[in-house]
């Protein structure tokens, strides 16, 4: 048993920890050729600093700028491949500030903007968090400060306003002053004349997961019952790790490694594993293949679970199906295949069999909250309730 555990907590630390290295996108160049991804902090006259992860830590250091062939921030690589004057940028600082305007001249270690509110300000790209250029062809959503929300694409700016092209309106002019957030539209579509967000829970059906991935900094929290709480953290765009509790008996951890074949499948591969008072260990270790889209899909699963030091000897199978049928309703599916033995005492015989779960149920969808109803049916529920029993969970996306 010790052995299994130790073995499962190599697994995870190498799953957590395989993603730090995607801490930054600013490089350094040494002179020998090599190159590292980091964050650069400062330059200062003749010395450069920055920092990287080595190992599970995040360590702070600095070089002579003679030691080093060259270097690139980020946000300035970014600025170079727009290219164009004329563009906006929303610079998002690491303090929390937010700078909205046209790039105005950079060179290798600053830039400046143009602010709608505060003019020409000059820019150290080690204190900006992110930077993103503005696309007319994308589609944004507004906030006003009177409490109204639009769609629609830039069509021009002003000094005093930003003139958008609407589906159900038209052009329409909005002044600044009547503008409270504006930002990309990235997760969701027009369906009619309608916004639908993105489906926030896209990772998993009801208990079991999807082969899509938390992106990079995502995380939700998610109830059921009130007596299984756990959550999840996207470490990077193909890495999550997670982990819960059921009270009061039981704890676990959910890596996840996921990835995109096409546009249309998704493969992932995972553990499940938890620790019960005893203490014994149980689990599964599973793949995934969903196809579809966040919107629509079918998953097939399959993996063996295993207690203490026995595996089982056939896998677990799971269907798992979901589809959105309005901007906040979707039917959700999820469908188990257990491995079990009949044993028959007369003639002391033994047979494979597989005892099927299923259930079927609605999700109602918020921007960040989805909550499910559902019931749940199969071996033997039946005999107790013929309807199958009530599942309900609540999750919260960050």
């Known amino acids: 048993m010790r052995k299994r555990v130790k073995n499962y907590a190599i697994i995870i630390s190498f799953i957590v920890f395989s993603g730090l290295h995607v801490y930054s996108q600013d490089i350094v160049k040494f002179n020998n050729g090599d190159s590292v991804k980091c964050h650069i902090t400062k330059v200062e006259n003749d010395t450069i600093f920055y920092q990287v992860a080595v190992s599970q830590n995040i360590v702070n250091t600095f070089?002579?700028?003679n030691k080093l062939s060259d270097y690139h921030f980020e946000v300035i690589s970014k600025i170079k491949t727009v290219n164009d004057t004329s563009v906006f940028f929303n610079v998002i600082m690491n303090d929390g500030n937010t700078l909205s305007g046209k790039i105005k001249k950079y060179n290798k270690n600053s830039f400046i903007i143009e602010d709608l509110n505060f003019g020409e300000?000059?820019?150290?790209?080690?204190n900006v968090k992110e930077?993103?250029?503005?696309?007319?062809?994308?589609l944004y959503h507004f906030k006003l400060i009177n409490g109204n929300e639009l769609y629609g694409k830039?069509?021009?700016?002003?000094k005093s306003d930003v003139i958008i092209e609407s589906k159900t309106l038209g052009t329409v002019t909005l002044p600044y002053g009547n503008i409270k957030s504006m930002n990309i539209a990235k997760e969701g579509n027009m369906v009619g004349n309608d916004f639908w967000f993105s489906n926030p829970n896209n990772t998993r059906y009801y208990f079991a997961p999807s082969a899509y991935n938390l992106k990079k900094g995502e995380a939700y929290y998610q109830n059921v019952y009130f007596i299984m709480n756990s959550a999840n953290y996207g470490i990077t765009d193909n890495i999550s790790i997670g982990g819960g509790v059921i009270l009061p008996f039981a704890v676990y951890l959910t890596p996840k490694?996921?990835?995109?074949?096409?546009?249309?499948?998704h493969a992932g591969v995972g553990i499940f594993a938890g620790v019960i008072p005893g203490p014994s260990t149980f689990g599964i270790g599973?793949?995934?293949?969903t196809y579809g889209?966040?919107?629509h899909n079918l998953t097939i699963g399959t993996g063996y679970g295993f207690f203490e030091d026995e595996v089982m000897k056939h896998p677990i199978v799971t269907i798992n199906g979901m589809t959105r049928i309005s901007k906040r309703i979707a039917l959700v599916t999820e469908n188990w295949m257990i491995p079990d033995?009949?044993?028959d005492d007369t003639f002391n015989t033994e047979k494979n069999v597989y005892r099927p779960f299923f259930s079927f149920g609605l999700r109602t969808m918020w921007e960040k909250i989805t909550l499910d109803f559902a019931l749940v049916n199969g071996y033997e529920i039946s005999e107790i309730l013929l309807v199958g029993l009530p599942y309900i969970d609540f999750v919260y996306k960050f």
């Open 63 to 65: 070089l002579p700028i």
């Open 121 to 126: 300000i000059k820019i150290n790209p080690a």
């Open 131 to 138: 930077i993103v250029s503005e696309n007319m062809n994308e």
């Open 154 to 158: 830039i069509v021009k700016r002003t």
């Open 257 to 265: 490694i996921s990835f995109k074949i096409t546009e249309r499948f």
């Open 286 to 289: 599973y793949g995934l293949i």
């Open 293 to 295: 889209s966040n919107e």
């Open 341 to 343: 033995v009949d044993r």
